[in-house]
Structures are given as structure tokens and as C-alpha cells.
T-cell receptor, first 115, second 115 residues
Framework: GPKVLQIPSHQIIDMGQMVTLNCDPV?????FYWYKQILGQQMEFLVN????????KSKLFKDQFSVERPDGSYFTLKIQPTALEDSAVYFC?????????????FGSGTRLTVL | GDSVTQTEGQVTVSESKSLIINCTYS????????LFWYVRYPGEGLQLLLK?????QKGSSRGFEATYNKEATSFHLQKASVQESDSAVYYC????????????FGQGTVLSVIP
């Protein structure tokens, strides 16, 4: 089936530095999402993105976070600067459209460890 | 806000036995939410198992089924006879109708099937 790729599976970074998480969504998908899961807690919605713009973001999407998809390549989540509480697994997802008939396809996640 | 509750963090079942994983939800919208079960097999991304968008209906896939019970606000996942290959993490989720495909997840239930 369709695959969303997230590489690498694990990133370790020092607090205060910048990190960019990369997501290769399903080709021809137009809607993109990031979710965050802190160890032992639920996966939570961060942001969704369409046509170069953020459609909706949650309160977890701090000012230090930004997303983009330059030139139709990777969909990225940038955190600058990172904080200890940003340590979590970040899941990317994509879909071809919006609505009940659409299915979100998820990547296997990038585990971010902030030291 | 919306919430999804899965009471069991871990379930262990012997192969060929029946399974039920409980899920209840609370949604703030006036209409009825869309309900989903997602599954994550070891080393893979989250994938949709089944979804039901109409209250009272039943969804089924790969031998699993779940019924949208609006009176009990429940969406329990059941299977009559589990296999070892069903060992995975199962997530119940909801999205608001007409929303931006924003999913609210439960905590997840780790299913271990013993041969």
C-alpha cells in the first residue's frame, strides 16, 4: 500500500539547537500532518498543511515550530530552538483530500531525543 | 475538547481465542464524530484498520469488527479468533465531521497473542 517515509527513525540533539524532521509523503497527496507522542501518552495532533499553508494547529504547536514543503519535496517540521519537553516521537501523515472518505497514511515516526 | 479512552493498556490472548478491546469517546461537536481503529505492527507506521462514520453501523476488516454505539458512546473492537500475526498496538480515534481530518487518539492497547 501507499507509504509515508520518515528518515531517520531516531535523532538526538542538544537542547537549544535546531532540528528538522523530514517526511516523504505519499506521492500525489496534497494534505500533510504532524502528530506528537510523548512516551506513555497519547498521540496528539500538532498541525495540518495544504497548498503551502498551515490550515489548523493545536496548542502544542509552539512558536518554535514551523512546517513547510518546499518545491513539493519533503514535508518538514523544524524546531528552533529545541527544548527538553520536545523529546517525543513525531509522526507524519498525508492524505489525498479532506473528509470522511479520506484515509490518513502515517509514517513509522521519528524519535527525537533532546539532551 | 474531544477525548478517547481505551481502558486496557495491554491485553494478552491465546491464539484462536476471542478478543475485545474497549473504546469510549466524548465529542464536543453537535453532530456525531467519525470513529476509527488504527493498528501499528512492529516496525511499521500506523495504518487504518477500519472506520465507521454513521452511528449504529458496524465496520469490519481482517476479521475485526466494531460497532458505532452512540447511546453508550462506545466503539469496541472485537475479533472472534485471534492469530499470532494480530500482535500489534491498536488505537481508537475520532474526528469531527467536516473537520480538517484532525484525529483524537486513545492511549493505545498493546495486544500480545500467545501461540
Amino acid at each position: 500500500g501507499p507509504k509515508v517515509l520518515q528518515i531517520p527513525s531516531h535523532q538526538i540533539i542538544d537542547m537549544g539547537q535546531m532540528v528538522t524532521l523530514n517526511c516523504d509523503p505519499v506521492s500525489n497527496h496534497l494534505y500533510f500532518y504532524w502528530y506528537k507522542q510523548i512516551l506513555g501518552q497519547q498521540m496528539e495532533f500538532l498541525v495540518n498543511f495544504y497548498n503551502g499553508k498551515v490550515m489548523e494547529k493545536s496548542k502544542l504547536f509552539k512558536d518554535q515550530f514551523s512546517v513547510e514543503r518546499p518545491d513539493g519535496s519533503y514535508f518538514t517540521l523544524k524546531i528552533q530552538p529545541t527544548a527538553l519537553e520536545d523529546s517525543a516521537v513525531y509522526f507524519c501523515a498525508s492524505s489525498s483530500g479532506l473528509g470522511e472518505s479520506e484515509t490518513l497514511y502515517f509514517g513509522s515516526g521519528t524519535r527525537l531525543t533532546v539532551l | 475538547g474531544d477525548s478517547v479512552t481505551q481502558t486496557e493498556g495491554q491485553v494478552t490472548v491465546s491464539e484462536s481465542k476471542s478478543l475485545i478491546i474497549n473504546c469510549t469517546y466524548s465529542a464536543t461537536s453537535i453532530g456525531y464524530p467519525n470513529l476509527f481503529w488504527y493498528v501499528r505492527y512492529p516496525g511499521e507506521g500506523l495504518q487504518l484498520l477500519l472506520k465507521v462514520i454513521t452511528a449504529g453501523q458496524k465496520g469490519s476488516s481482517r476479521g475485526f469488527e466494531a460497532t458505532y454505539n452512540k447511546e453508550a458512546t462506545s466503539f469496541h473492537l472485537q475479533k472472534a479468533s485471534v492469530q499470532e500475526s494480530d500482535s500489534a498496538v491498536y488505537y481508537c480515534a475520532l474526528s469531527e465531521t467536516g473537520g480538517n481530518n484532525k484525529l483524537t487518539f486513545g492511549q493505545g492497547t498493546v495486544l500480545s497473542v500467545i501461540p
